[in-house]
């Protein structure tokens, strides 16, 4: 998959193609640290010193950073996948081998970061399924109506939720519906993995 930048990512991204390859990780380890700690304003400002220019620029190209990275760590995405992504920036070749180092270097410890991290978005846990045929009924004395009934289990979220606490959620419908859905949503990602889908993400504005 190909990850869509917004405007506002662009523009801050657009600052590191002004400072040299050192300052770039420089960032890419600020950004990691923030990760780890939160962010903290005196190393925005010691930076900006440093640079010669206004803390919020420094604050932006290390939020953009971080957003590149973890995204990408978070949807594991490959190294052409990434490659593809950043060349909507309009970067040259030697800073886009830069960011994907970057990627490739520290994707594994930011999965391992956000894996830590609160989460108030309830995330899968099990599935349990029964299918269920009606075979008779009062106006057809022969019939045969299959229906496949879910119970999906979702694990956290919400506000106040502890990471033990459990929601679950039924869900029910045909088998030929089922199938559809399924063929549905395999045909989106076999479609997401064409070069006439990366095409479209790169000119996406």
Known sequence: MLLVLSEDHKEHLSFLPKVDSAVVGEFGRIALEFLRRGTSPKIYEGAARKLSVPVETVQH??????FLMTESSKHMISEVDFLDSVLVLGFGEELNQILL???LQHHAQIRSILSQLPCNLPAYHNLEWRLDVQLASR????QVVPMVTMRLLLAGGGAGSGSGSHSSRVLQTDPSSLLHLISTLEAALAAMKSSH?????RNIK
Request: charge should be positive; avoid cysteine; glycine fraction near 12%.
């Open 139 to 142: 106006a057809l004395r022969q």
């Open 101 to 103: 180092q970057l990627y």
């Open 197 to 201: 889908a990366r095409r479209i993400f």
């Open 61 to 66: 190209g290390v939020e953009g950073l971080m």
